[in-house]
């Protein structure tokens, strides 16, 4: 197989190929440069490159593969990694200029297993600045361009890791979630997303943005990929006091079961106003197929969803200010010059530092923290959140899965949300529940709408029943057969 046609495959096809000798780990991660060199300057996914590590990892599978040794199932295959996520002696900047400058002086954890299974790091990705944003258009460095058609965004926060897949600058990228960032650019883009349950995959080395919500995972082009990456990055981790104690189980064990009997729950808040005619269509033809498949449809209803985007957005931001008051210019990163006193170089540092977007969260947040208001806003948001997850209990006590739209309408136009932040924040209401709940949660590309831009498909289910997910994830990814390759792959 041509090696420019091999970089736009799947992990499963580049590791046949990798097996048979027919290209090795070096050449992989080259061509995935190449790439790279053509056509991120359009994309802009990539913050910076790691190139010296990248072909360091790829001579080590070839010399395995050489010898005949096993190599780990993503062993030699090209990912991005957010740029929230550290990786030791590599800049981590989280896209935000108070962070420019700053090198990890160690690896995450995640970062850690992708070390031992020798699965090479082609670049850190751009994102919204400290993963706060829908589009990617908060992102101190530079813009991301969705590879399906370069004037609409790909999504965010994790934008830039969903455009280097669907660029076929990565195989496989690490996204972060805190309240949609990763489902929503792999709807964006096209490609498969998961939320991990919350616990599930260390948060230790992941930039911290609101803590009781981050997740780390997969963004992937198929459903089995996605099962394989996260195989490697969960598990409980003593440096991450919020990691479950439990052993992960092979997520691709049950991948192809079959769903007779399935009882799959759409949500009736989400699935019937507000939605493109085109993505409402979309949810009742996978309806239709999960029907013939032999699983049993069940209207949920879970009427808290009204109340989510105001209960995260005082969650988020209240954990955000708190998060963000390490940013001093003591202690990390950029630091104000010309200034007088300590406080003056606390308060330059900060206003020069962070980002418009940024700025808000932190004082929405400090104000819903404030002595006067706590009770008002932070105490009643969380006794929401608390009602939200009784809600999901209780859907999940009728259902295997619950089904949704990942996002009402499709990418939009950049440049189309940036002065309306509550529209931005809008496009959120399907994914943030879950991160209210701690439950796992994914996006399946189904379709294109009538402009070409991908349709995607939300799937939630019970904390710790990723199995299930990924089985019905996987069996309506078989029966659409969506072609993840984008017009930005062909540009070489
Ligand atoms: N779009 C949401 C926000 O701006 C979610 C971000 C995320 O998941 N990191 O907060």
């Known amino acids: 197989m041509d090696i420019r046609e091999l970089i736009t495959k799947s992990s499963k096809e580049q590791r046949e190929a990798l097996l048979n000798k027919e290209v090795s780990a070096v050449e992989l991660a080259e061509a995935v440069y190449s790439q790279v060199e053509a056509v991120d300057e359009k994309i802009g996914a990539y913050n910076s490159l790691t190139k010296d590590y990248a072909i360091e990892t790829a001579k080590k599978v070839d010399e395995k593969i050489q010898k005949g040794e096993e190599i780990a199932p993503l062993a030699g295959i090209p990912l991005a990694l957010k740029d929230n996520i550290n990786l030791k002696s590599y800049p981590t900047t989280a ?33 919204d600045e400290f993963a706060m ?195 001093d210019g003591v202690k990390y990163g950029y630091r104000a010059k010309d200034v007088d006193t300590l406080y003056d170089m606390y308060v330059k540092t900060r206003a020069q530092g962070f980002g418009d977007e940024v700025k808000r969260r932190i004082m929405l947040g400090t104000y819903a923290l404030s002595s006067g208001y706590y009770d008002a806003y932070y105490k009643k948001a969380q006794q929401l959140r608390r009602l939200v997850k009784n809600d999901f209990d209780n859907a999940f006590s009728k259902v295997d899965v619950l089904l949704s739209p990942t996002c009402p309408h499709t990418a939009f136009d950049i440049g189309s949300k940036v002065e309306d932040p509550l529209s931005m924040y809008l496009t959120d209401i399907a994914t943030i529940t879950a991160n209210l709940a701690g439950i796992p949660a994914m996006n399946i590309p189904v379709g294109l709408d009538s402009t070409g831009m991908p349709i995607g498909l939300q799937l939630q289910a019970n904390c710790l029943n990723e199995t299930k997910l990924l089985n019905v994830a996987f069996k309506l990814e078989e029966a659409v057969q969506f072609n993840y390759s984008t017009p930005s792959m062909t540009l070489v």
């Open 95 to 127: 896209s935000s200029k108070i962070l420019a400058n700053f090198v990890s002086p160690y690896d995450a954890t995640v970062t850690q297993k992708l070390k031992s299974n020798l699965i090479p790091i082609i670049g850190k990705a751009n994102m």
């Open 133 to 327: 944003g829908s589009s990617n258009e908060n992102s101190a460095t530079k813009i991301v361009h969705n590879p399906w058609n370069l004037n609409k965004v790909p999504g965010g926060s994790s934008g830039g890791s969903a455009a280097a897949v669907a660029a076929g600058e990565a195989t496989v990228a690490l996204g972060s979630d805190t309240g949609g960032s990763i489902r929503l650019p792999a709807s964006y883009c096209g490609l498969v997303g998961l939320k991990p349950t919350y616990g599930r995959v260390s948060r230790y080395g992941l930039i911290a943005f609101a803590s009781s919500l981050d997740q780390i995972g997969p963004i992937t082009r198929t459903v089995e990929d996605a099962a394989l990456l996260l195989n490697v990055i969960s598990g409980h981790d003593e440096k991450d006091s919020t990691s479950l104690n439990q052993v992960a189980p092979d997520f691709t064990k049950d991948l192809r079961n079959d769903l007779k009997g399935v009882k799959i729950g759409y949500v009736k808040e989400l699935c019937s106003e507000g939605l493109t005619p085109e993505v409402s269509s979309a949810i009742q033809n996978a309806l239709n197929t999960y029907k013939e498949m032999g699983a049993e449809l069940v209207e949920i209803s879970l009427p808290l969803i009204k109340y989510s985007i105001a209960v995260y957005y005082v969650v988020a931001t209240a954990e955000a200010s708190s998060n963000l008051a390490r940013f």
